[in-house]
């Protein structure tokens, strides 16, 4: 059973700074790409970051230069560095990773920028 834990969210002030990371059992992590995602109320999940199991990264504009995606493989964890965030980062963050042609998701973790 595929299984993602997402940890790290909080409140934090513009311009700071938090590391989510999600943790995954029941899946051959090293050979999967990891995503982050995030949503806001009213609004369609947006993909923030991925990770390839070669390593390879992708970002969405929004978050380039002030976000890092990595991944741990001996501890199958994905991890997300967010620096510099901005109030308009406020979200709800899922990690995602599909198998079997079939999206699986944590249960998120809130990320609140706010002064």
């Known amino acids: 059973q595929v299984q993602l834990v997402e940890s790290g969210g909080g409140l934090v002030q513009p311009g700071g700074s938090l590391r989510l990371s999600c943790a995954a059992s029941g899946i051959i992590f090293s050979i999967r790409t990891m995503h982050w995602y995030r949503q806001v109320p009213g609004k369609e999940r947006e993909l923030v970051a991925a990770i390839t199991s070669g390593g390879t990264t992708n970002y969405a504009d929004s978050v380039k230069g002030r976000f890092t995606i990595s991944r741990d493989n001996a501890k199958n964890t994905v991890y997300l560095q967010m620096n510099g965030l901005k109030p308009e980062d406020t979200a709800v963050y899922y990690c995602?990773?599909?198998?079997?042609?079939?999206?699986?998701w944590g249960r998120g973790t809130q990320v609140t920028v706010s002064s």
């Open positions: 995602n990773v599909r198998q079997a042609a079939r999206p699986y």
